[in-house]
């Protein structure tokens, strides 16, 4: 068994059933991803759109990409043929772009909210309320080729347990009160390699994890 199959195969244990494993595999070239896919894994998560789609153009078919990153409307179109599920939606802008996009291949693509919930300063990311806004209204009822099917929240970068079950905390409650108005909505998108147990505890049902898997990145 390779380490990177080793890595998955002790994440997955750790994992209650019904917590999705997206391996984020930015930075990592085609050869280590390859590792995990003859290991049987088939859910991959980038960041980045050109990234991604050279990785989906290389790799076997059936891999499940996942946008996990920032997304720029000018560059739904490239992802829009193959993306699985775009977790940081972030505005009604972009989520009409993805509709019309996903429109032009005849797909709808499944989609996530997200809410911000990081106490420090960070871009990304809706209010609780601007995400109900946006699930309440009567334009997404025209988005037909969207389908938004929960949250994802980008916890706070930090050790401290206590402030990230807070954020943790906030991101599950906000979706239940969220879920009792759209019954549909079923995915909680939290938890990295660092505090994805932590995650789950407070509800996750999807963790990202890359450098638990795959090792440290290296960006230079
Ligand atoms: C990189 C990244 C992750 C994974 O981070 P690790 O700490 O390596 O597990 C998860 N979510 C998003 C949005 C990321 O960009």
Known sequence: M????????????SLPEGVTLVA????????????????????????????MVAKWEEM???????????VQTNKVKYMAPFVNLVHAVDSFKLLKEINKQAAKHDRVIRCLLQVKIAEEESKFGMGAQEAETLLQSDTLKELTHVSIEGLMGMATFTNDQEQLSKEFGFLKSTFDQLQALHPSLCIISMGMSGDYLLAVEHGSTMVRVGSSIFGERNYS
């Open 2 to 13: 390779s380490n990177i199959d080793q890595n998955l195969q002790k994440i997955k244990a």
């Open 24 to 51: 984020i595999s930015k930075t990592k070239p085609v050869s280590t991803i390859m590792e995990a896919y003859q290991a049987g894994h088939r859910v991959f998560g980038e960041n980045k759109i050109q990234e």
């Open 60 to 70: 076997p078919k059936d891999v499940k990409w996942h946008m996990v990153g920032h």
